[in-house]
């Protein structure tokens, strides 16, 4: 009689709004997830806007936090699906830190002498 080993199941991908909900409630690893699906957004908004004295990685982390805002402030009983919502936030916080790095205060900082 030969032992057949058992396929472990497949367990059925989680929802974006179950992710959220816990992404919400501060579980890493559904944010992990998210990102993971939605990284394109992130990566896109990374790749449109230049922050004056800041390196492309920072823009790609101002764009995740954007992401995580999505997950906090999402509203599922508004009937808008998440991608929509986490488009709109990631964008918006990539041009907030855009406008805030622009602005006439941080100029020293970002204009370097060698």
Same mark, same amino acid.
Request: aromatic letters at 6%; hydrophobic letters at 45%.
């Given at each position: *009689? ?5 396929? /472990?199941?497949?367990?059925?991908? *989680? ?11 501060? %579980? ?30 920072? !823009? ?11 997950? !906090? %402030? ?6 808008? /699906? ?7 936030? !990631?964008?918006?916080? !990539? ?20």
């Amino acid at each position: *009689m030969s032992a057949r080993r058992r396929r /472990p199941r497949s367990r059925p991908a *989680m929802s974006d709004g179950r992710l959220v909900a816990r992404a919400a409630q501060g %579980d890493s690893l559904a944010f992990a997830v998210l990102l993971g699906r939605h990284g394109d957004l992130v990566r896109a908004a990374s790749a449109r806007y230049f922050l004056p004295g800041h390196e492309r990685a920072d !823009v790609e982390q101002e764009a995740a936090l954007g992401l995580y805002r999505a997950c !906090v %402030d999402f509203r599922p009983e508004r009937g808008v /699906p998440f991608r929509a919502f986490a488009d709109l936030c !990631v964008r918006r916080a !990539v041009l907030t830190a855009l406008t805030a790095a622009r602005r006439a205060k941080h100029r020293p900082l970002n204009e370097r002498i060698t």
